[in-house]
T-cell receptor
C-alpha cells in the first residue's frame, strides 16, 4: 500500500516563525502536491512537483515555498508564518506524469499560527 | 481553466435513505479525468473512483454508483441505503491530461451526515 506520511499532525507556531512541513511517500511517485484545506473552500493547491528539484506554483503560492531534493520527500516552507496561514495542510502523491491516476493523501497537519 | 462545482455544501439524511451528491465541471480539454474522494472524520482523503472523459459508462460498486454525463458536464455520486459510516466530506476532482503534469482541481466538498 502507498503510504504518505506527514511529519506532524498538529503544530502550533508563532507569527514570524519559519515553519517546515515535511511529507514523505514510499512508492516512488513522480508527482507530489501540497494543499491547504479551509472550511467552505475545499482543497486549494499551493505547490506541486513532478520531479526532483522541479516545482510549479499552484493556485495560492504566496507566502509559501517548497523543496524537493529527493524523490520521496516534498517539504512546504512558510518563510514567515502569519495568522492567515492557520489551516489544515495536506500532502499528496501520484504516480505518473499525466492526470490519469489518483492521488494518495497523507493524514494532514493542522497548523495554528498565534 | 478548469473548475469543479459541488453546489451542495451539506446534506443530512436518515440511515437507509438514498442520497445523490452532485458534481459539475468545466474544462476546455477533450481528455480529462474525474475523481471522487471521501474524507472521513479521521481526516485522510481516500480515493473512491476515477472516470475518463472518453468512457461514459456508469459504474456501480456495492451501494455506490456514479453517473457521468458529458452532455451536462456532470459526474454525480449516489449512495444507496446510506449508513452512518458514510458520514464524511466528499470531494469531486478534475485532472486534465496535457498541461501542468495533470494538476487537479477539487470542488469545495459536500459534507454528508447520515443519522441513525
Amino acid at each position: 500500500d502507498v503510504k504518505v506520511t506527514q511529519s506532524s499532525r498538529y503544530l502550533v507556531k508563532r507569527t514570524g516563525e519559519k515553519v517546515f512541513l515535511e511529507c514523505v511517500q514510499d512508492m516512488d511517485h513522480e508527482n507530489m502536491f501540497w494543499y491547504r484545506q479551509d472550511p467552505g473552500l475545499g482543497l486549494r493547491l499551493i505547490y506541486f512537483s513532478y520531479d526532483v528539484k522541479m516545482k510549479e506554483k499552484g493556485d495560492i503560492p504566496e507566502g509559501y515555498s517548497v523543496s524537493r531534493e529527493k524523490k520521496e520527500r516534498f517539504s512546504l516552507i512558510l518563510e514567515s508564518a502569519s495568522t492567515n496561514q492557520t489551516s489544515m495542510y495536506l500532502c499528496a502523491s501520484r504516480n505518473g506524469l499525466a492526470g490519469v491516476n489518483e492521488q494518495f493523501f497523507g493524514p494532514g497537519t493542522r497548523l495554528t499560527v498565534l | 481553466a478548469q473548475k469543479v462545482t459541488q453546489a451542495q455544501t451539506e446534506i443530512s439524511v436518515v440511515e437507509k435513505e438514498d442520497v445523490t451528491l452532485d458534481c459539475v465541471y468545466e474544462t476546455r480539454d477533450t481528455t480529462y479525468y474525474l475523481f471522487w474522494y471521501k474524507q472521513p472524520p479521521s481526516g485522510e482523503l481516500v480515493f473512491l473512483i476515477r472516470r475518463n472523459s472518453f468512457d461514459e459508462q456508469n459504474e456501480i460498486s456495492g451501494r455506490y454508483s456514479w453517473n457521468f454525463q458529458k452532455s451536462t458536464s456532470s459526474f454525480n455520486f449516489t449512495i444507496t441505503a446510506s449508513q452512518v459510516v458514510d458520514s464524511a466530506v466528499y470531494f469531486c476532482a478534475l485532472s486534465e491530461a496535457g498541461t501542468n503534469a495533470g494538476k487537479s482541481t477539487f470542488g469545495d466538498g459536500t459534507t454528508l451526515t447520515v443519522k441513525p
